[in-house]
T-cell receptor, first 108, second 114 residues
């Protein structure tokens, strides 16, 4: 089965606090995982992918195959980070399987 | 960067009519385009995958006769919602990718069926 689970619908933190958005996946094979972000009234855009191992806007995510997780982290949240975040798995045929999404709200 | 456009951005139609949504890759050739449906603050649900020049592959539970997809060229795919009903009201998003590359998303089309 191919599945992505984001257990938190809403995550609310204060500015400057650490953030961790959880993502677990189910996939038989070597997974390719992504985090997408959707700011208010804007299109979905790629935030990062695990194969590039880069940090974008201070966010990082490490693939943990043992725990089948790909949690998104940022040490110090900013107000402009408030958005919907989607974890996605590339499945067969190149199609993306999205998690339910987590709304991150960063309060001043 | 790669840009994907959708037209129209929003449409309101009467129940029973058909609506066509266009998805264009503006600066690259898209061998594959994907159509998603998104409910408010919910996940994106893949409806179908379309490859240029061939029939679309629909996901389980998506009615192919209701959601007609055409991918006539490497830069254009269309989704036609036939005989639309209020339950078809949703946000429809397309994405485009070249072979095995990243998917680039369109801005979405808000469909409201009265």
């Amino acid at each position: 089965a191919q599945r992505v689970t984001q257990p938190e619908k809403l995550l609310s933190v204060f500015k400057g606090a650490p953030v961790e958005l959880k993502c677990n996946y189910s996939y038989s094979g070597s997974p390719e995982l992504f985090w997408y972000v959707q700011y208010s009234r804007q299109r979905l855009q790629l935030l990062l992918r695990h194969i590039s191992r880069e940090s974008i806007k201070g966010f990082t995510a490490d693939l943990n195959k043992g725990e089948t997780s790909f949690h998104l982290k940022k040490p110090f949240a900013q107000e402009e980070d408030s958005a919907m975040y989607y974890c996605a798995l590339k499945g067969w045929g190149g199609k993306l399987i999205f998690g339910q999404g987590t709304e991150l709200s960063v309060k001043p | 960067g790669a840009v994907v456009s959708q037209h129209p951005s929003r449409v309101i139609c009467k129940s029973g009519t058909s609506v066509k949504i266009e998805c264009r890759s503006l600066d690259f050739q898209a061998t594959t385009m994907f159509w998603y449906r998104q409910f408010p603050k919910k996940s994106l649900m893949l409806m179908a995958t379309s490859n240029e020049g061939s029939k679309a592959t629909y996901e389980q539970g998506v009615e192919k006769d209701k959601f007609l997809i055409n991918h006539a060229s490497l830069t254009l795919s269309t989704l036609t919602v036939t005989s639309a009903h209020p339950e078809d009201s949703s946000f429809y998003i397309c994405s485009a990718s070249s072979r095995w590359d990243e998917q680039f998303f369109g801005p979405g089309t808000r469909l409201t069926v009265l």
